[in-house]
């Protein structure tokens, strides 16, 4: 196995995940590797499928697409995992394209299994559908509403740029469908996005979340600012190095904003920013 003895089939996903993005890093010495980030991914997956069914047996992609297959869920996420499965088991290399995809199916599966921002939203669509036939009271549906939303996910953002058909401002629970992403800046010199909490809060930790398919590189150094009112904004972090998950720390602040800045020349794209 990819990790040590006793670690969990969820760690041994997030483990195997890690690696296979390094692997497929296009931006890595001598470019990606895919039948090592193939080999990765399988782990990843096969992890995911154990923990997401509850299911010791699965041990090979083939019985996790199998676990998979018996899931309860729509139509479109039981072919993407499929496809991804499909691409997983090949005896021929795929491309890097296939493996893309996959990687990001993979990392679905993981974040339900870990349940994370996916298993959530997935609620919460159920719960709509639910409330809408036996709810009558507009006051219990807002009150669920914000029970299944984590309350980041309704603060605004704002862009410096965006890249193709990606917008400038949005709410941080929307997510472009190709990559995962809540916003993709054009290359520029010091590119950023502005997070307004809508009134000031007490903020005591943010959680950055990189890309997951490529170019973890991108956008650094990073540094995190936070604002109140007045928006006179205070270095609280900088990252230098590429990363998947970066939690800055600093003491608890009255915040109104939370930015994030890159220095020099560069394109800046997160999949996820958590405020707490």
Request: charged share 30%; glycine share 8%; hydrophobic share 40%.
């Amino acid at each position: 196995m990819l990790a040590p003895d006793g670690e969990s089939p969820r760690g041994n996903g997030e483990r195997a995940l890690k690696l296979a993005g390094r692997a497929l890093d296009p931006n890595a010495p001598g470019g990606p590797a895919r039948a090592l980030g193939q080999r990765w991914l399988r782990e990843a997956f096969v992890a995911g499928a154990r923990v997401l069914c509850r299911d010791a047996t699965v041990d090979s992609v083939e019985t996790a697409a199998r676990a998979l297959a018996g899931a309860p869920v729509p139509g479109r996420t039981r072919r993407r995992r499929a496809e991804a499965a499909s691409t997983l088991g090949q005896s021929s290399l795929p491309d890097r394209a296939a493996l893309t995809v996959a990687e990001l199916e993979v990392t679905r599966v993981l974040d339900e299994a870990n349940g994370t921002r996916r298993i959530e939203h997935a609620g919460k669509r159920a719960f709509w559908t639910i409330a809408a036939l036996v709810a009558s009271a507009a006051a219990a549906l807002i009150l669920a509403d914000r029970a299944l939303y984590p309350p980041w996910e309704n603060y605004r953002w704002s862009a410096s740029s965006a890249w193709g058909e990606y917008a400038t401002s949005g709410r941080l629970a929307d997510h472009d469908g190709s990559f995962d992403l809540v916003f993709h800046t054009k290359e520029e010199v010091d590119p950023w996005v502005v997070v307004d909490l809508r009134s000031t809060r007490t903020v005591s930790e943010v959680t950055v979340v990189n890309r997951a398919d490529c170019c973890r590189d991108r956008g650094l150094p990073l540094v995190m600012e936070l604002a109140g009112e007045d928006e006179r904004f205070v270095e609280v972090g900088v990252r230098t190095v590429p990363f998947d998950t970066w939690h800055p720390t600093f003491p608890p602040r009255k915040v109104r904003y939370v930015r994030l800045r890159a220095k020099g020349k560069t394109v800046l794209h997160l999949r996820d920013i958590q405020i707490r």
